[in-house]
DNA sequence: TAACATAATGAATCTAAGA
DNA sequence: CTCTTAGATTCATTATGTT
């Protein structure tokens, strides 16, 4: 590199088509501020397709850009790209990296390699994620952000702490995120009313992103910009930003959809915390918060009705075995039942509501 | 299986002091059903530079040479012990990792690497986790836990599908996990009411892993047993442990904490038998017993389609003949159908399910 | 129009047994 | 090994159609 010859100036608010790589070399050293990074997962499918149990086809992500044939391949892809970045990331730069478990494992230890400091990784949990729809796994309900600054010396980085905690109810703002998934309106349909892209990503989790580790005015690169969440949010946020994209429709949609972003004020960029619907507590977290003891009978308050707690959180009445709802709605020989508010157990000689064990649970699981 | 030769019993339900490489080595291959590790991270920054495996501080931090030793030291030890588990585990055994974002990508990649099979990344949310001092990051809320089969292959592997979806509001359980910190009584503590183990893990974790993926009698590995907590769960729930701890006077905690535990009982821990396990019906058979006529007409629920049955426990649409499932299928226009839950039979002027009379035959069959 | 019912869909590593 | 068949399997939200 040695002389730093007349410079060229940043291509702001602008999208590139190419491949990213190549595009982030012609960019100068040490020039941007943050990048936001949403790569290709790797997420190797099977053939065979995957049905709903209605027999609909799911709509897999099946493109040849997500496609590589071993994860040495991949592996060496992730470097190259990250070390690009690295390059072009100041001294006191952020980089913001999302993937699933298919290849963050890659991701987080190829940026650890290149010297990267990971600050935090971070949760995004899906408010209404795909169901798992064999039953053979867990749902699938989050994916997982890296947050990482240039290197480990990498002290001045910017992190708007007052300001989420603000935002938050005054608590710290954790590492674990619950936003929706990115559908509706906010999701940009062709005039057929198809997806234009496939993984488009919700603008409140780029926004958190953006907000927490950027000043207005800074500049964000994102080296897989598909179709522009982070230019649509970089624009509303104050912020510029720098998109690279190898599909030349998806850039293409990106810049009209930013075109169309007003920028917002600085009273409206202290938002408001959204608001959710209180959060569902399982039975099980009764049991594992030691509330009610694996074996006890629960009964309904007269009485006359009794089952035994299972460890799993399942009651079991002697003949059949499931959760507090139905078990509920049997013994009564009704179609539906509120096992919350039906099911007791004995405290101090006196039977008390399970539900009154939910409350406590409820507001710690709503942090987050 | 062949012959077998003088095969070393397994020593179940103990604690192996010692290196748990070397000891999972003298282990029988292909013997345990489920693992359980809880690693050692020694990537720990210090407040002021790097720590090397041995404690001892890595002077310069820029020095890209050490800091790659440093990174491959632990990748090295990763892979070994997690192929010394692989060896150990049964065709479809399935195994648990935990880990914070300083080593989980490295496990991960490692797992990979291996040929491990990645079922689900799982996050553990805290309820009360250790707030951010000095506010320069998010508050780390939350721990990640990969569940990996033994392989791609391993389509085999334990899943209590329907017990977590009972405990969970009739639910799919999620990968997202809240559960609190081990402290109180549980957190084991020595005569100066020092806790015993830093890194101490709360039962609620370990009981809903192993409740999810393992049955009433299955061994569980633990190669970083520390103060026994899998060996404790384990033991309630009706499971045999093998713990391997380095470090004497954590086996020692270990085993008189496990001593005190009790067993929940048989009945607390049978598995209900779900759908997929129950013996199958020949439609034929509930002809047969006289629930169902030859000659008679079934329909759909809202009685859109129509078909005839066979004396031969077929189908007639006045087209095909074939199972309850294909004509199903077939009438829908779809790939498939479960012709049980499709089909009706007309019973005191209400369509009845023909999926009604498998119960009672399923019953018949058990008991004859 | 309002209310209600039905259909569509989201980064998915998604079956098991028997011939 | 492959091929065929039985039959088990979904949650939250938005979009669209019907009464």
């Known amino acids: 590199m040695g002389l730093v010859p007349t410079q060229r100036p940043l291509p702001l608010d602008q999208v590139l088509v190419g491949d990213c790589i190549a595009a982030m070399n012609a960019l100068p050293a040490s020039s941007v501020d943050c990048v936001f990074a949403d790569p290709p997962y790797n997420l190797q499918l099977g053939e065979a397709g995957l049905l709903r149990p209605d027999q ?7 493109d040849d850009w997500d496609k590589f044939a071993t994860f040495e391949a991949y592996d060496a892809f992730t470097r190259d790209w990250l070390a690009a970045c690295r390059r072009v990331m100041k001294p006191n730069a952020t980089l913001w990296v999302i993937g699933s478990y298919h290849n963050i494992f890659r991701v987080g230890s190829a940026l650890q390699d290149l ?6 990784d971070i ?29 480990a010396e990498s002290k001045g980085y910017t992190f708007h702490y007052d300001a989420l905690k603000g935002g938050n109810e005054d608590l710290q703002m954790r590492s674990d995120w619950f936003i929706p998934l990115c559908t ?7 005039v057929e009313g198809h997806k234009v892209h496939p993984t488009q990503k919700p603008e409140a989790l780029l926004a958190r992103s953006l907000m927490a580790a950027t000043n207005p005015g800074d500049v964000v690169l994102d080296p897989f910009f598909g179709t522009g969440t982070t230019g649509a949010v970089a624009k509303r946020l104050g912020r510029r930003f720098i998109g690279i994209e190898r599909e030349a429709t998806y850039a293409k ?82 179609p539906a039942c509120n096992g919350w508010t039906f099911w007791h157990v004995e405290r101090a000689g006196k039977p008390v509501v399970i539900d009154s064990y939910r409350a406590g649970l409820r507001q710690a699981m709503a942090n987050g």
Chains 1, 2 share one sequence.
């Open 56 to 62: 609909s086809r799911v709509d897999a992500v099946d």
């Open 253 to 334: 949609a990106a810049m009209e959809r930013i075109a169309a972003v007003q920028p917002l004020s600085k009273a409206a960029l202290m938002v408001a915390p959204t608001k959710r619907a209180e959060p569902r507590v399982p039975f099980l977290s009764v049991i594992e918060a030691g509330h009610i003891r694996p074996g006890e009978i629960v009964t309904d308050e007269r009485r006359r009705f009794r089952a035994t707690v299972r460890p799993d959180g399942q009651l079991d009445n002697g003949l059949v075995i499931g959760s507090i709802h139905k078990i509920g709605a049997l013994v009564q020989g009704l």
């Open 115 to 120: 010297g990267y400091w990971i600050l935090n």
């Open 123 to 151: 949760v995004w949990r899906k408010a209404n994620p795909m169901p798992n729809f064999r039953g053979k796994r867990f749902t699938n309900a989050h994916e997982t952000l890296i947050w990482a600054s240039r290197s």
């Open 184 to 190: 509706g309106e906010e999701r940009l349909k062709d």
